[in-house]
């Protein structure tokens, strides 16, 4: 199936999705307060937080966006685009997790759905390998 939007009328809805100051990473943000991470640092792959003197980064993916097993539906409109789409990014993600842990990081990853859920058991995570490079 065809998009019913044209392909500029497409990049306009695309734009409007935001990257940055999701209201996820902002309650997370507030989760790791005390712990010196910094928000979008420039790093290979774009870690939503990194410590760049640790050497840790922290990606928070999204269930859509990076195929969560538990929760992802499959789009049903604009099928091949959506499926090439969100398959690169998965591949994408670890290819940045390859990088980074060539250049000697640690990287976390944490679905949405276990921020939400999990909340302690993600931060005791991060904590207890904040704590062991410290």
């Not at 840790?56 to 859509?64: H, K, Q």
């Not at 929760?71 to 409109?77: D, G, N, S, V």
Request: aromatic share 12%; charged share 30%.
């Amino acid at each position: 199936m065809s998009d019913i939007f044209s392909e500029k009328e497409r990049s306009q809805i695309m734009s409007k999705i935001k990257s940055k100051n999701t209201a996820l990473e902002l309650n997370f943000k507030k989760l790791i307060r005390g712990l010196k991470f910094e928000y979008q640092p420039k790093v290979f792959g774009k870690p939503d937080f990194a410590s760049k003197k640790l050497k840790i980064a922290i990606f928070i993916d999204s269930c859509f966006w990076h195929k969560c097993p538990k929760h992802f539906r499959k789009p049903t409109a604009n099928n091949i685009y959506w499926t090439q789409k969100i398959n690169r990014n998965v591949e994408r993600s670890k290819e940045v997790n390859n990088n980074l842990k060539k250049q000697g990081w640690k990287v976390l990853r944490f679905w949405e759905h276990d921020l939400r859920n999990n909340t302690k058991k993600v931060i005791a995570r991060i904590q207890n390998i904040y704590l062991k490079k410290t």
